[in-house]
Each structure stands twice: as structure tokens, then as C-alpha cells.
């Protein structure tokens, strides 16, 4: 019992004893995935507006931490697209990018979303992220990546700071342009026809030799510049003014819900191969401590990405020994190669976090909502619009979509599929009005509601059962089907204990087909289902045809 909770508290315990070929697997696959995310953590860190550094700071401490103490251990964690967005997004108009103040406020980020997250781990509270239907997800990410690449036009077409004319070629540098467009078409032409080469990181090294043998930096080109060598070291952000506090709240709670479904859409490829099932809160756990290192490592929130983790799977990873690997390779960079990025061009960082969006990019998916439920579709629409036109404040475009499906939702349940039932050819028993079919019995009202009896069902189902006795005042009998009801409520009590006595009271019996067992003791503690004249009860549609099949003969 000991040891159980050890390894509770320890998730990599649990890992596979290392052999020799293991680690050798393993370290290909890391060495894979490293190259991949050293020049995309510098790329994203541009993206959010923080000191290039703390992209690679953000591939170190955070990624052994999350490894360690996830149950997820094949997922690329670091700096990420749309976290890198959000954040850029967030801290728009309350600091200058790059500044001390905004490298402070990002931290703030990290810590608060990382401690509600830990807090939702170990709370077990990771059904809560189920709120978030596909189709507001996806709406969001289409309107993100739109964002991004908005977003990253400039540097990658080499606009002068100054200019405003896009169409002018003067007032383009040529050289980032080129570089830029070029390094674009390699990343895409890689991607389709090599995807199993590093290609970023050889287009950084191409791009900065390129740059630095033609002397791109000494004629006004925007370079990488220096970066400063040595491992992140602890940091500690300046307090927070309560209007500040105030003001990130909310991009904390976005960050926190859009990171850990970037999280989720990882995990869930990495359990379905691996044939395991996923634990949600303990990953919200590993990502919530993730977070937290980060922001104490001078960084900003990491997440989950999706490209890097499927080349970790891709690339044959079957431990957490990849992601040691590849951030061991993050150090061995940071601590002696840090120079040669000196003269990488800022077009080429562009080129690559534009490169990974466009992944994201998936129009023809909101346009299939339309054929599947149009009021999704609406409801995708509405995220990405809003999102696109209260862009710097992101959050409003989630939040609307989020309050457009609870609320698509909640008149679900309250207005539950009530259907009159009829024996059709086959042998089942189907809607009667839409299969046109004759009284499952003469004068008997047949009824099955697809929904759990409860508060937000049963006043309807009471309210339609007196509609339909209104109409059809020879009715002799009522018949419920209720398989499909495999829960009640106190509520739902209640609202059988009325639909009983106005029957009683109008000299109608009732018939009740399949009650499931859950419901069946609910019913029984209640006193509901005592044996009367008026009440009968059977366990199969069979018995409950032939019930009824005598009681027209009795009548």
C-alpha cells in the first residue's frame, strides 16, 4: 500500500527499468524531437513578446517537470503556438514586449495557470474540461491561427518598422524577404517530402550561415542578435498591482482551459497507441507544476504540441527517456552554441512558427459542422468570428462559445425527445408518428422519453403527458418505455409520484416497461412502486406487449 502511494506521488516510478537498447531508442527519438523544438522555443518566445532566451528556458526546467510527473510521458511539452499567443495577446497594452514589466507579467501567466491547474489535478476535477465542445475549439484554433499568422506577416516579408505599404517593394528588405519566403518553402517542401528530418533546425543553421557570410546583421538586417549563454536561474516577479491582478484573470483561465485541450489532443493519440487509459489529472497535474517551473524559470505557460509530440511517437519514443534526452540536448546548445545563433534572421523564426500554424488551418472542417448539427456550426462560427474581432482580448471568442453550447445544451435536457411508440414490421418499437405506424394497442397511450428522469426533464415529460390526454380524452391506458431513463432525481421523483395520481385519479392504469435498476430502487425507497390495480410493471418490451395485449381483451 506503501509503495502504491509512492508511485502515486512519483509517476515516473512506474517507468520501465532502462536496458541498453531502450535508452538507445530513446535517445534518437529525443535527439529528433530536440532539434525540432530548440529553434521553434526561440520562434515562440518572439511570438509572445518575451526575450528570445526564455523560449529555450521554457524547453528545460518545465519539460523534465512535466515528464516526471505526468501520466502522459511521450508529449512534446514547451513553448507552443497558440499558448504563445494567448499570451502575447493578453499582456497587449499593459506592458512593452520584451520589457522587464511584461517578462514579469508573463511569469504571472505561468504561475496562475499552473496553480489552477495543479489545483484541478489534484481536486480531480479534469471532467470540468469536457465543458468545451469540439466546435468551439475548433472555431477558436481556426481564429487563432489566422491571428498568428497576421501576426508574423511582418517579419516574414521583412517590413520595415516604419512602413505601411505592403505592396511597395521598397518598403520590403529584399534580404528578409528573402530569407523569410525561403525558408518557408523549404519547412513546407520538408514537411511533405522528408517529415522525418529536423528540417527547422537545418534551415536555422543554412539561414544563419547565409546570413552571416553576406554580412546581413551589419547592413540593418533584424537578426537573432546575442543571446546569453548559462541555464535559466531562479526568478521571482515583481509584486502585482490589483489592477494588474485583475486584468490577467481572465487570460489565466483561457490559457489554463486552451493549453490543457492542446494537452488532451496529445494524450489521447499517445493512450490510443499505447493501449492505456488516460488519466487526465494526473497530466493536469504534471502540466500545472510544468507551468509553475516555467514561470520560476524567467519563462512563460508551455503547454503541450501537438506536431512535437507526434514526431516523439513518429520518431519511436516509448518512455519519458525521449524528452531527457532531447532537453539535454536544449542544455548542451544553451551553455556552448548560443553565439551561433547571433546572425539567424528574424524572417526565418517567422517562417517556422508560420510553418507549424498552418497545420491549424482547417476551414473545410468548420464548413462539415454544417451537414452534422448546424446549431454547432453556428456556435463555431460565432467563436471564430468573435474571437477574430475582439482580438487582442481573446478570451471573449472562448467564452462565447463556451456560453453558447452550455446554453445549446441545457435546452437539450430541458426539452428531451418524447416520442408516441408504435410496433413496426420488424419487430421493434419506433416512433409512431414518423414511421406512420397503428396504436401499439387501441385506446393506450405509449410513451418513451429518451432522457434521465430529473429537474430538467420531468416537468416536461408530465407537462406533455397531459397534453396528449387532453387530446385523446378515450385514452384507457398509459404505457412508459423506460429503458432509456437511467437516472432519477429527487425532482423526478416527485413528478412520477404526480403522473400516478392524476391517473389514479382519472381511473387510468399505468404500465412501465424496463425500468433500469438504478431508477427501479429509487422508485421502491420512495414507496412509487407498490403493487396496485393501477400501476404494473415489466422487464422486457415482450412482457409488457403481452400485458397489455390482455387488458384490451379485459376491456
Known sequence: MKNDRLHRLFPFLNWPRPSKSLLLNEFAAGMTVGLMLLPQGVAYAALAGMPLITGIYASIVPAVVAVLWSSSTRLGVGPTALS??????????????????????????????????????????????????????????????????????????????????????PSHDLTALGFGLGSLALLLAAKRWVPRWPAAIMVV???????????????????????????????????????????????????????????????????????????????????????????????????????????????????????????????????????YMFHVPQAVLAAIVVAAVLNLIKPLQLLGLWKISRVEAITAFATFGLTLLTAPQLYWGVLA????????????????????????????????????LPLLAPKVLALRMDAELDFASASTLERHLVDQLSQRPDTQAVCLFAQPINRIDVTGVEAFQQITQMLRERSIPLFISGLKLPVDTVLRRAGCLQESPWLFTARTDVETLALLKNFTIQR
Request: proline fraction near 4%.
Open 84 to 169: 504563445s499567443l494567448l499570451i502575447g495577446a493578453s499582456l497587449s497594452g499593459l506592458a512593452e514586449p520584451g520589457s522587464d514589466t511584461w517578462v514579469s507579467l508573463a511569469v504571472w501567466l505561468a504561475l496562475f495557470s499552473g496553480g489552477l491547474q495543479l489545483l484541478l489535478g489534484l481536486g480531480r476535477f479534469g471532467w470540468l474540461l469536457n465543458l468545451v465542445s469540439s466546435p468551439v475549439l475548433s472555431g477558436f484554433t481556426q481564429a487563432a491561427a489566422l491571428l498568428i499568422l497576421g501576426s508574423q506577416m511582418r517579419a516574414l516579408t521583412g517590413l520595415r518598422a516604419d512602413a505601411t505599404d505592403w505592396l511597395s517593394l
Open 205 to 339: 543553421a543554412a539561414a544563419g550561415a547565409l546570413s552571416a557570410w553576406t554580412g546581413f546583421a551589419d547592413q540593418g538586417g533584424a537578426v537573432v542578435g546575442a543571446l546569453p549563454a548559462g541555464l535559466p536561474h531562479f526568478y521571482w516577479p515583481d509584486s502585482l498591482p490589483l489592477n494588474a491582478f485583475g486584468q490577467l484573470v481572465m487570460p489565466a483561465l483561457v490559457i489554463t482551459l486552451i493549453s490543457f485541450l492542446e494537452t488532451a489532443s496529445s494524450a489521447k493519440v499517445e493512450n490510443q497507441r499505447g493501449g492505456t487509459q488516460w488519466n487526465e489529472n494526473q497530466d493536469l497535474i504534471g502540466q500545472g507544476l510544468a507551468k509553475i517551473a516555467s514561470g520560476l524559470s524567467g519563462s512563460f505557460p508551455i503547454s503541450a504540441s501537438f506536431s512535437r509530440s507526434a514526431v516523439n511517437l513518429y520518431a519511436g519514443a516509448k518512455t519519458g527517456w525521449a524528452t531527457l534526452f532531447s532537453v539535454l540536448l536544449v542544455v548542451v546548445v544553451l551553455l556552448f552554441l548560443t553565439p
Open 401 to 436: 462559445g463556451l456560453v453558447a453550447s452550455l446554453t445549446h445544451f441545457l435546452y437539450q435536457r430541458l426539452h428531451p425527445r418524447i416520442i408516441e411508440v408504435g410496433l413496426h414490421p420488424d419487430g421493434s418499437l419506433r416512433d409512431r408518428h414518423l414511421w406512420q
